[in-house]
């Protein structure tokens, strides 16, 4: 972790009994917002982790029907989010890999043939939105190994026939 970088508790052992849902999820949100704009973010970034486990929960625990596309935006959401505050807080690797994670966590679902159409369908649309945060942080931040190596590993799966 970078010195600048915004540690957490480990969220998901916060809360283990507790089944994850999308309201959960936005409440870490609201809560993890109102301490962004009060400049506590270390609070935030507290929060952030929090949505973030949240997310990851909703989909192992399989989204339920017709809220695909809202479980894969709460994972997207939750990643981007916690990545501006570590860059925020000059932590550029902490926030790269971030992105980097969010765009292979997608590309994994796309691959994954156990999932459902609508699930892997939700990856790829939201696929762009990380694909572009992966070229944002490039640009504001000059070249990082990881994105590198993420960027290629997204077009090997295009070229491999994944919609990307």
Known sequence: MEPGALASPNPLSATPLEPATLARWEHAMRSARSARELGQLRLAAACQHQALALSLRLLEQAPPPGREDDCIAALVV???NLADLQAQA????DAAQLLCRAHALLLG???DARHGTPLRQAAWRHSRETHAALLQHLRAHGPHPAISKTLA???EAHTAGLPH
């Open 78 to 80: 939750s990643h981007l």
């Open 90 to 93: 000059a932590a550029l690797d």
């Open 109 to 111: 679902l796309m691959a």
């Open 153 to 155: 590993a997204a077009q």
